[in-house]
């Protein structure tokens, strides 16, 4: 298994009703599926990196919330202008910051699930069309549609739960 994709890469997927159930399903249940990833370890264990050369569990919590927050923004943004810029962030720079270090993690699995109600109660009550609404993504230097990001941030979550969960059994903490 390839350490940094261990549920593979995301592959986006033509819209239908069924994959978007189950992606709403997935950002829905991340902060509680994120949550329970990592409420038996410790601090040594939250300070180990899910591979080597990655970040540590710690910095992986703190990241989905970070990235979240974003992805929040961009939907935001695309529902509410046209084809809007959406800028980049140095996620690895924001990984090094002083509260990814020093704030406990269930401060950003509390962001996440209170993020992530207010996000799936928007996304939820989208109609068909506001799915081919488009953002500027310019990181990426290319347009892509709300649909592409809500998968985008469905794959997002799971991979870094699996990131944890796949930590736990190569190390045996299960």
Do not use: C
Request: proline share 4%.
């Amino acid at each position: 298994m390839d350490l940094r994709y261990p549920i593979g890469q995301y592959e986006p997927q033509a819209f239908s009703e069924t994959q978007l159930q189950r992606w709403l399903a997935d950002l829905q249940f991340l902060p509680d599926e994120l949550e329970i990833a990592v409420q038996t370890l410790d601090e040594a264990q939250l300070n180990t990196p899910y591979r080597e050369g990655g970040w540590t569990v710690k910095q992986l919590v703190h990241h989905v919330a970070d990235s979240h927050i974003n992805a929040y923004t961009r939907f935001k943004l695309g529902l509410t202008e046209d084809t809007p810029t959406i800028k980049t962030y140095e996620e690895k720079e924001w990984a090094l910051l002083n509260d990814v270090q020093t704030v406990p993690i269930n401060i950003s699995l509390t962001l996440l699930h209170a993020l992530h109600q207010r996000l799936v109660a928007t996304l939820r009550s989208l109609p068909r069309e506001a799915w081919d609404r488009t953002v500027f993504h310019s990181g990426a230097g290319k347009t892509v549609t709300l649909w592409y990001l809500l998968g985008s941030y469905a794959w997002h979550g799971k991979h870094h739960t699996a990131h944890v969960t796949a930590l736990k059994e190569r190390m045996g903490w299960n």
